[in-house]
Structures are given as C-alpha cells and as structure tokens.
C-alpha cells in the first residue's frame, strides 16, 4: 500500500498530494558544515515519501508502518526537546516555519521511506524536507519555487533538527534534499550557502555505499562535543571558524591548543582541502587521485576526529583490499555506512569481500546500494 492509499484508508478522504525528498551520502568533506567548510554530497535514489492534506485546526496526526505508530500532536504544542522521537522531525519542520512567519496549520500525513534509518544516509533530513516540501504547497507558501527559497525552507528543517529534536547537526543534508541535482554532485559551501553542481563522471566506476548495520546516532553527545572542540580551536586562532585556517598556519595552532581539540582542528582544516582536491580531480578525470583523497579522509576521521567504530573500518579496509581506488566512513560516525569508489567490474568482488569478513567475525551482514546522484525534494503526485 503507498502513502496516499494509507492516508485515505486512515483518513476516509484522498490525500492532497504526495511529497517526496532523498536521502543523501557525502563523498568527501566530513564534519566540515558546522565550520562553515567545504562539503561534496550527492542525493541518493532513496526517498522518503509523504501523503498529505490540510486539517482545519492546529493538530498534526502522522502515521507510518516504517516507525509503526500514529502521532498526534499540536503545533502549537512543540518546542525544544518536544516532542520525542521521529515526531520531532515533523512537527519540528512545521514549528519552524511557524516561527520564521509562516501561516501553517494542521496536517494529515502518511510516511514511508526507503531511506534506511540509523545509516547515516540522512534519514531524518529527508523526512523533514518531505514535510517542508508538501507544507510549502498546501499553504501556498512558495519555498520550492527557487534556490533562493529553497535555502529559506533547508534553514526552517535545520532549525527543528537543532532546536526540537536536539541534533545539534550542520546544514549540509537538508541543502543536499532541497538542491541538488539529478547527475551531479553538490559542492556546498558552508560559510556562504553557495551551491555548485559538479557532474559526475566515473569513467566505468561506481560510488559503492555499505549500510554496515551498526547503528548511527548523534543526539548522545559525541557530536556536539566535537563541534566544541572545533569552536576552541577557531577561538585559539583568533577567526570566527576553521573554514579560515589553511594547512600552512596548522602547525601555529596546533602550538596553542591541546592534543585533542588539536586533531580535532587538523581534520576539518585537511579535509576542506581534501574536497577541493576531489573536486579538481573528478574535473580532470583522475579517480585515482579521489580514491586516495577518500581514504585519507578515513584515516584522518578515525585517528584525530576519532568518530569510527570497528564496523567502518572493516567495511573500509575490505573495500580496498578488493579493489576499490578508495573509500571511508560516510555521515556523522559512531556507525553508519561507508562510501568506495569501485570499478564496476569489482563491485560484486568488494562487497563479497565486506560481507565475508563481517561474517567472519560474528555480525550482520551488510547492505549495499549503487549511488547515483539524484533529484531534490519534489511534489510527486
């Protein structure tokens, strides 16, 4: 059954249309967004879909067989750290649009998604932007009409990310949902806001992602403590964000701070730099030159931002060994997926070679999806 049979079976009435946005995986230029970095992601074919119509109150009644259970809550009712739950994502959107001077009211919905949750594939920015997108045209308030509006409805879901579910994330994932383009990646500047479309040519290659099945989270405080290190740093170096340090001035500042808050501020300053050689270098047809900028990007996540667990690793280091030019973790850390640039030829080799050593040691095994850079969030029906 889809979103809108559901809506109706629960409703008695036809949904007023359906909604759909993408999840999304970064290639390079990981926790670079909150430092107003650099940041190469690409929407994925994965879509969470969302039926919906207009109630003549303040209530929002959501049900999805994904999170199994119906919510009912007023808008009116929301605000920081409620309500709970998927719920937040939701009504956070419609809180927040509110707040900005939006005329939003209640809502009927029906979700489903085929974003895996808990993947680090950006679940939750797609549900929100699926919200977003069908409360911009039911209450006719134009958000889908631009890029310009686009920034303003990714600037209200980033906002109940933030502020009602209390997911102190960058903005890097609802641009992504809201901007991007079918056939390209998304280079993201996080400091302006400014969007550039970089085709993807792989030239026999595909971008593998693995789902390693050990669960994400970033709302137990790793996230935000991280990000307080990279605040220190930039405070050590007298600028406002570590978007404006350079590998060269690296070894002043890592003389001012301590040993963590230091690794912590060599990742974000090379990783910037790791896009920007990514992006010359998909330009130039050098997938070499990606696959290594992938795998130091790893390196550099597991040993001085520390946000790797076993599960990532393993997915890396098997990849590689089965002939991908490259790969790393993907998302936020503390679990999730990976990302490999893979020959097409060896993408059953590689994820053979993920799956035997996972197996080996007694866990789950894996998923896998091909990525293809895909469409922004959009009214589907």
Known sequence: MDVAQSLQQRTGSPAEGVWSAPGRVNLIGEHTDYNDGLCLPMALPLRTRVAASRRDDDLVVASSEGFGRVVSTSIGD????????????????????????????????????????????????????????AAS????????????????LAAACVRAENDVAMAATGGMDQAVALRSREGALLLLDCQDGSVEHVRAELDGHVVLVT???????????????RRRDCEAAAAAAGVASLREVEPEDLPALLGRVDEVVGRRARHVVTENARVRLVVDALRSGDLDAVGAALSAGHASLRDDFEVTVPHLDVAVEAAVAAGALGARMTGGGFGGSTVALVPSELVEPVQARIRED????????????????????????
């Open 137 to 152: 045209d039911l209450f006719d308030l134009g958000l889908l009409g631009s890029d310009e509006r686009r920034v303003e």
């Open 358 to 381: 996972y197996v080996s040691r007694g866990w789950e095994e894996p998923a896998f999806h091909v990525a293809t850079p895909s469409g922004p969030a959009t009214r589907e029906a």
């Open 78 to 133: 929301v605000g920081p750290g409620r309500p709970k739950g998927w719920a937040a994502y939701v009504l956070g959107v419609l809180w927040a649009l509110r707040e900005a001077g939006h005329d939003v009211r209640g809502l009927e919905l029906s979700i489903d998604s085929d974003v895996p949750s808990g993947a680090g594939l950006s679940s939750s920015a797609a549900l929100e932007c699926a919200v977003g997108a």
């Open 211 to 225: 789902d390693t099945r050990s669960p994400h989270q970033l709302v137990d405080g790793q996230y935000e403590a």
